[in-house]
């Protein structure tokens, strides 16, 4: 079973898979989707980028539409309010007009609205597990009856802290229910949650979790600390697709963004301290092609979706050898070509190879030949890069709202993304 044509669903849903261009199934949806409509628990964990989001949605849609029960039947927990947010956009993309839009339940919105589209009927939730928290302890949800939970992104959940929140929310669901979970690695933390809260889950393991995507490039490039910033402008002169730079920490992002931004680079930046309008912001500039370069720390790293981004940069090391799997894996998603380039000084060499050594991988080994001639860009050159991508039209910035919805890994033409 390769085509969503094939799966036993209702013809709404069919209808609208197809009016979004949705054809070819991943490796994971195709082993996780026949099972969650089964009623079965699944226990996922795939490489980012491979369409687990829609894995979960599909089934869920089903269900709401064989069971109308005027409640939340449905509970789908993510570690961030831009992964809550895209995934909200990418259900009421497909959901029709007989299923009610899904409340979005994070920080950094207004409350009341919140509230609103709880009250008003919604059938999914879709929130992140702290203002969930929240709005449990002032008896402002009811989840009788809810039939479904959804973990997503749950190892990146458990690096946040989210675990005490996750046991308080789990604690007043039906026990009855179907849980499925999904994640880009199954730490002993992520098994032992599970072993708590599922029914002997259907396990589906797609490729391996603790590489890169093959269709990713990884190259190195050993750099004095003054001459870091010349590199990463030739890197930049010499891409012709969207960036997305990674940052240790907070301070930096921002000092980085502002100096890109100096040398003539449409560049915004994404940090946990930037309020919620500033990050939606960024991230709307980026996803549209108005903003070709982006600077995060590892919020960015599992917190967002964003279709064809060429070229990942890790302007400093990661902190584990995890997190760069998922930096890395926002580049090379549905099968796509990717670059993934990494800076390091001589005394970071060390560092280096033991990621190499964690993951069992190679990352070549480059000279920047570009960094004694490389000039900031220019304004004309990013208004050219800007004309160049509406004219294959990438980043049309008045395409349709299903459109913009897709997630990267679910956006299938021709090909299913690899296992």
């Excluded at 940090?271 to 995060?296: E, K, M, N, W, Y």
Aim: aromatic share 4%; hydrophobic share 40%; charged share 25%.
């Amino acid at each position: 079973m390769t085509q969503f044509s094939e799966l036993p669903i209702r013809p709404q849903i069919m209808e609208q898979l197809s009016a979004a261009s949705f054809s070819t199934m991943t490796a994971v949806q195709a082993a996780a989707i026949p099972q969650a409509l089964e009623g079965k628990d699944v226990l996922a964990t795939a490489q980012t980028g491979t369409g687990k989001t829609l894995a979960f949605l599909i089934p869920i849609m089903e269900h709401l539409l064989k069971q109308h029960i005027p409640a939340i039947t449905a509970l789908v927990l993510v570690p961030t309010r831009e992964l809550a947010m895209q995934v909200a956009a990418q259900y009421d993309a497909l959901r029709g007009k007989r299923l009610a839009a899904a409340a979005l339940v994070v920080g950094g919105l207004p409350e009341r609205q919140q509230l609103a589209s709880i009250r008003g009927g919604a059938r999914l939730m879709v929130a992140t597990p702290g203002r969930l928290e929240d709005f449990l302890d002032r008896k402002l949800v009811d989840f009788r009856g809810t039939s479904i939970l959804v973990l997503d992104e749950a190892d990146r959940m458990l690096d946040m802290g989210f675990l005490p929140s996750i046991r308080r929310i789990v604690s007043v669901l039906p026990t009855q229910r179907q849980t499925l979970c999904f994640s880009a690695t199954l730490p002993d933390s992520v098994a032992q949650l599970t072993n708590k809260y599922m029914n002997a889950p259907v396990r589906v393991a797609v490729g391996s979790t603790l590489k890169p995507a093959e269709n990713v490039r990884m190259q190195a490039f050993e750099v004095s600390g003054d001459r870091k910033q010349q590199v990463l402008n030739g890197l930049l002169s010499n891409e012709t697709g969207r960036c997305l730079i990674f940052v240790r920490t907070k301070h930096g992002t921002e000092r980085l963004a502002r100096r890109l931004t100096r040398d003539g680079f449409s560049a915004a930046m994404l940090h946990g301290d930037r309020s919620q309008s500033q990050r939606t912001a960024a991230l709307a500039g980026f996803q549209q092609g108005r903003i070709r370069v982006l600077v995060a720390t590892d919020l960015a790293s599992r917190g967002i979706h964003v279709q064809d981004i060429a070229h990942v940069i890790n302007y400093d090391l990661p902190a584990v050898a995890e997190d760069f799997i998922h930096r890395v894996g926002r580049t090379g998603r549905a099968g796509e070509l990717g670059v993934a380039s990494t800076l390091y000084g001589r005394d970071q060499a060390g560092d280096l190879r033991q990621i190499e050594r964690a993951l069992g991988i190679r990352i070549e080994r480059k000279q920047a030949e570009f960094d004694a001639s490389v000039k900031p860009a220019s304004g004309k050159e990013e208004q050219a890069w800007k004309d160049r991508s509406e004219e294959r039209g990438s980043f049309d910035a008045t395409a349709s709202k299903s459109r913009m919805a897709r997630l990267p890994g679910e956006t299938l033409q021709m090909h299913v993304a690899r296992a």
